[in-house]
């Protein structure tokens, strides 16, 4: 059994550590000399970070109304709304040209409105949402799902208004699944490339985030993108280890608590 | 420790019938070139392997199509292989530089030309009119037809002025990783315009039309085709590259859109 | 809707259960009624449909002359503005929050306008009418079983209820707090005099806390009446196994002096 274990583990380790360790530090440090590295970065944090609070301030409400829905269709909803994590993220991409593209479905309507999204920053927003909210989606209903039904009874007996049960109880005592949620859709916002290469396009500055950037750089020098992808392994890491520590002090504040 | 051992058994088991396996395909009828190619080139190279499989009866061509770049790091990582076309000189020259390939040549020809959507939504009808598109679709510096383009754009400017030069890069609104995704944006209407290959642009008669590049500022695109020194199959895979530049192979390229490497112009 | 004078709380209802429909009509006025029967015979989803948490299909519940459902009117009250105190078997406290915020909160929910440190100040005097005044600050999980009934109760008594709902109030308890946590029910609730409805399985909870008693079994009221009528001649087999495990005197024995 442990055997099996270290196999996926060394399995799932080694990539990284040829990562770091292939072509040495100066290669990389060369690397991250190149002038797509800097622009590519500040568009990535940039962008997650409003992508991830669009689908944090959505996908809640939403999230809360799927969990507590009991009308039928909520459950069909619910399935569509993962479809985003199955279909390749270009295809999605594809769908997002086809219905907001300048010829969508909407594009027309968007265009005399004065408004073209394709090929601009908003773009990338929106390719990063569609591919990344279904993750939020999911760790929230689920966590709006396991609150104590109890606690809800109780808190709406006592005259919670909607709202107010939503915001002081709901909110509260699902955050630790919420914040875990948001990480992982996070995670995939910063990771995302088929959908916003083909809805956002690549320039550099503009709509050139750091997997772009990662993969226009192997046209050039493999060493380059190593670089890059390093960066981006490192970033992720910091903040997802960030997200760990944060919800565990959180965690711990609570139970400090439990016996 | 013995269901431990038990799969470590079974473990080595796999792991010594593998070669055997190996041994079977290798001795048996068919023998597998194996044949890399640049992305552009799929149709084409699908129909000379059928003839190629025709005059070889026990051998089958099985393709690997990808960028030229993402070809060559495979080779380069120690993929089996035994011929690379390339869509440019760039890759090749890596590998030969790294003797991992034996005496490179072109084998086809292509011509970056202007392709706009069949409605033409931005009335392009001849290069110069490009700065009339407002979304403008081009490859990435970083890989051939990115760099074919800058080199016509700065040509360009030689003939039209600098007005047009920047008036082209201002409505340059992406700058695509291979040919395919800049047709793709112009077949769906998102670009009023975009730069490709001219054998890419055939393949879309019926979402595309194309603007011929006036002859003095374009620039011919050349594919180098070489048989791998480390190929399994030396002469089968010596045979396929020359039916590629037979006289037979050179008419289904000129049938796609293939300039012949007849008219040559040393690179 | 006798009147003003003494609040009532009458239940009619009829609902589909799945396997079955529970059909039920109660009236409590100032004396607490038990409501008794076997696992599955509907209990709790009795205490939902009158909370509002169950739709039923026909039937109508009464607060004294507020009418909080009414399926041939169409009104249907959200449970947030039936006035219902509802204590779960666990009591339903807060994880999140110190036992003087979860009174606040319902103080919150009830008059909005009110400052924070005013709220917690009143909070403050409800624990202290509790006789825990100096566990405010303590979060739920740090206090024993008897300390969170009271902070519950408190709770639900400074959302200014019109009438109390218990959902098996010591079932979750050892037994050494039960015997105070079901004293110390027994006196709120006499003290308070409001419709009390409460669901158990435990006889000695019924002898403390009740004195009628409704038998529920597959959704149907099959009788109801005094506590001593129903002990006396125990309508089901449930019923008299139920009151066949407890003897009488001494269960109030124990119970009545705390009472007084």
């Known amino acids: 059994m442990l055997g099996l274990g270290g196999l996926l583990l060394l399995f799932l380790v080694l990539p990284f550590v040829a990562l770091v360790l292939d072509g040495g530090p100066e290669a990389i440090w060369r690397g991250l000399g190149c002038s797509l590295t800097w622009p590519a970065l500040r568009l990535s944090l940039g962008t997650t970070l409003i992508s991830v609070v669009l689908v944090v301030v959505g996908g809640t409400p939403l999230a809360w109304w799927l969990a507590r829905s009991r009308w039928r269709s909520a459950r069909w909803l619910e399935i569509l709304l993962q479809l985003p994590v199955v279909i390749p993220p270009a295809v999605g991409g594809i769908a997002l040209l086809l219905a907001f593209g300048r010829r969508g479905l909407f594009g027309g309507t968007l265009e005399r409105l004065g408004w073209t999204p394709a090929f601009s920053v908003v773009a990338v927003v929106m390719a990063q949402v569609f591919v990344s909210a279904p993750f939020y989606l999911q760790a929230a209903v689920q966590a709006f799902g396991r609150l ?15 709202p107010r049960l939503f915001v002081r109880v709901a909110l509260p005592l699902a955050r630790p699944w919420l914040i875990g949620g948001a990480a992982m859709s996070w995670a995939r916002a910063l990771g995302e490339f088929g959908a916003t290469l083909m809805f956002a396009g690549n320039m550099t500055g503009k709509t050139q985030t750091l997997p772009l950037a990662i993969y226009t750089a192997l046209e050039l020098d493999i060493h380059t993108a190593q670089a890059l992808s ?30 | 420790m013995t269901r431990r051992k038990l799969l470590l058994g079974a473990l080595v088991a796999a792991c010594s019938t593998a070669p055997l396996f190996a041994m079977r395909a290798r001795g048996g009828e068919a023998q597998e070139v194996v044949v890399f190619a640049a992305a552009s080139l799929r149709e084409v190279l699908q129909k000379v392997a059928l003839t190629f499989e025709k005059r070889h009866p026990n051998s089958k061509v099985r393709f690997s199509f990808a960028g030229s770049q993402d070809l060559r790091v495979q080779i380069e990582q120690g993929a089996k292989v035994d011929v690379f076309a390339s869509a440019d000189w760039k890759h ?60 016509i754009i700065a040509a360009a400017e030689r003939l039209y002025g600098k007005a047009f030069h920047e008036a082209i890069l201002a409505r340059v609104c992406s700058r695509e990783l291979n040919v395919r995704q800049v047709l793709t944006k112009v077949a769906l209407g998102e670009a009023d315009a975009g730069i490709v290959y001219k054998t890419d642009a055939l393949t879309m008669p019926d ?46 390229l000129a049938e796609a859109g293939f300039n012949q490497v007849g008219k040559q112009r040393t690179k | 809707m006798t009147g003003n004078s003494a609040p009532r709380l009458s239940v009619a209802v009829q609902a589909g259960l799945g396997s079955f429909t529970l059909q039920a009509s109660l009236e409590v006025g100032a004396e607490p009624l038990a409501l008794v029967g076997p696992n599955g015979s509907g209990k709790t989803s009795l205490l939902l449909t009158i909370l509002g948490l169950h739709k039923p299909e026909r039937g109508r519940i009464v607060l004294s002359d507020e009418i909080l459902f009414d399926a041939a009117l169409a009104i249907d009250r959200p449970t947030e503005e039936r006035h219902l105190a ?6 339903g406290l807060f994880p999140h929050l110190t036992a003087i915020d979860n009174v606040a909160f319902a103080l919150a929910c009830r008059s909005a306008r009110v400052s924070t440190k005013q709220r917690r100040s009143e909070a403050m005097a409800w624990l202290e009418r509790f006789g825990i005044g100096n566990l405010g600050e303590r979060n739920p999980s740090r206090l024993s079983g008897g300390e969170r009934q009271r902070v519950a109760l408190a709770r639900a008594l400074a959302s200014s209820p019109k009438a109390l709902l218990l959902d098996e109030p010591t079932a979750s308890l050892d037994v050494e707090a039960r015997v105070e946590v079901r004293a110390f029910l027994a006196e709120s609730i006499r003290s308070l005099g409001l419709p009390t409805i409460l ?35 125990p309508p089901t087999s449930f019923a008299s196994r139920l009151f066949s495990s407890s003897t009488v005197p001494k269960t109030s024995g124990i119970a009545s002096p705390s009472l007084q």
Do not use: W
């Open chain 1, 148 to 162: 104590d039904p109890n606690l809800l009874a109780v808190a709406r007996s006592l005259g919670a208004s909607p």
């Open chain 1, 230 to 259: 390093l960066l981006l392994v490192v970033f992720a890491f910091a903040l997802l280890l960030f997200l760990r520590r944060f919800n565990r002090g959180f965690e711990a504040a609570r139970g400090a608590a439990t016996p």
């Open chain 3, 199 to 233: 669901v158990t399985h435990d006889a000695m909870d019924v002898e403390a806390l009740a004195s009628r008693v409704a038998v529920l079994e597959k959704g149907h009221v099959v009788a109801c009446g005094l506590l001593s009528d129903v002990r006396r001649a």
């Open chain 3, 86 to 91: 509802y204590l779960p078997q666990d009591f």
């Open chain 2, 92 to 151: 090749m020259k890596l590998l030969a530089d790294k003797e991992m390939v034996i005496e490179p040549v072109v084998f086809a020809r292509n011509l970056p030309v202007v392709v706009v959507p069949k409605n033409n939504p931005a009335q392009v009808r001849t290069f110069a009119d490009l700065p009339k598109a407002t979304h403008l679709v081009v490859g990435a510096a970083e890989v051939p037809i990115g760099a074919y383009t800058e080199a």
């Open chain 2, 207 to 252: 979402k595309v039309q194309i603007i011929e590049i006036p002859s003095q500022i374009n620039i011919v695109a050349e594919y180098p085709i070489a048989v791998l020194k480390a190929a399994p199959h030396l002469d089968l895979a010596r045979a396929f590259v020359k039916l590629v530049l037979s006289k037979e192979g050179q008419k289904t």
